[in-house]
């Protein structure tokens, strides 16, 4: 793949060819039958896309903190470098925003925890993808993600930040992608996402859905649906690519936080995925917050991110 540069648009990147995207591999782990977990996010499949053509700049920072490396022509083929104006920790947090892996949230969804982080001294990576109904859905949302995270690496190398020392953090849907693009080196070539630049040294998910076969049969979450295509009982070699819970282990230091009162992603999500990993030998720090609802992780003063910026502290430093 070419290599892209900062604020210019590279045509025609990907991480599989035309025949890998468009086929639907098997090569993962298979699980015990069980149910399906239920939730009450709704589907949209017509969502409008939030336009994303300008440059945006996180509350409290400037635009002279941020280089653009586009992977694609798609607006959403994107990933927001921001760097802190002083001192900077040697390290780099790659951040994935949620949304039901909808067309209409992008990555501004989590401006908030971008300042918090690059205030405090933290580079950040905040990356988009298409989602569904706007190009995404499989295969296209998982190579969009793999691909903005694997451009930490061009990152690393024109700015001089350690990529071997990268995290990966994200909410809701973006919990789910955050662990998959954790899980990549798991899987094997010609699977979307396959062959990673980037495996970080650790992941964290806020809210994610983590073990989306559970949701994905009928009568469960609609838009997992979307995403994969179908039901596992359709496309199940889709869910074994793409379920973190299926993926593991995955060997690295892994939080999973839940809160107890989130009615759009039920927390048995991360009980399922942290029991999972658990017993394949996986570090998981799993917390069920009591009374947190879904939308408290994107507040840098909630009952969740806190406990984010602590851990970041204890695994990079």
């Known amino acids: 793949m070419d290599r892209p540069m900062p604020r210019r648009l ?44 300008e440059p945006f700049v996180p509350p409290g920072l400037q635009e002279s903190q941020r280089d653009e490396y586009r992977f694609g022509d798609h607006p959403r083929q994107v990933s927001d470098l921001w760097l802190p104006a002083g001192e900077r920790r040697e390290a780099i947090v790659v951040l994935v925003h949620g949304g039901g892996w909808d067309a209409g949230t992008d990555r501004r969804d989590l401006n908030a925890l971008v300042a918090d982080l690059v205030q405090r001294g933290w580079p950040v990576l905040n990356v988009d993808y298409r989602g569904n109904g706007d190009g995404g859905g499989w295969p296209g949302t998982f190579t969009d993600l793999a691909t903005a995270v694997d451009m930490a690496a061009e990152a690393a190398a024109e700015h001089g930040l350690p990529l071997e020392r990268t995290a990966v953090v994200g909410h809701s849907a973006g919990g789910h992608l955050a662990v998959w693009a954790a899980a990549r080196h798991t899987l094997a070539a010609g699977e979307p996402g396959a062959g990673p630049r980037v495996v970080p040294v650790a992941t964290a998910a806020m809210a994610g859905v983590l073990h989306p076969t559970a949701l994905g049969e009928d009568g469960g979450d609609p838009n997992v649906q979307l995403l994969f295509g179908g039901p596992p009982s359709a496309v199940d070699e889709r869910y074994a690519v793409g379920d973190p819970t299926r993926r593991v282990p995955l060997g690295m230091p892994l939080l999973v936080l839940h809160g107890t009162a989130d009615d759009t992603v039920p927390p048995s999500q991360a009980q399922e995925f942290a029991q999972a990993a658990q017993a394949a030998g996986d570090r998981v720090d799993l917390r069920l917050l009591e009374g947190v609802s879904h939308g408290d992780p994107k507040e840098p003063e909630g009952a969740t991110f806190p406990q984010v910026r602590e851990w970041l502290e204890s695994v990079l430093g």
């Not at 890998?20 to 896309?49: I, K």
Request: aromatic share 0%.
């Open 10 to 53: 590279l045509l025609g990147a990907s991480l599989a060819s035309a025949a890998g995207l468009a086929a639907c591999t098997s090569g993962g782990r298979d699980t015990p039958d069980e149910a399906p977990s239920t939730a009450t996010a709704t589907p949209s499949p017509t969502a409008t896309p939030t336009p994303t053509e």
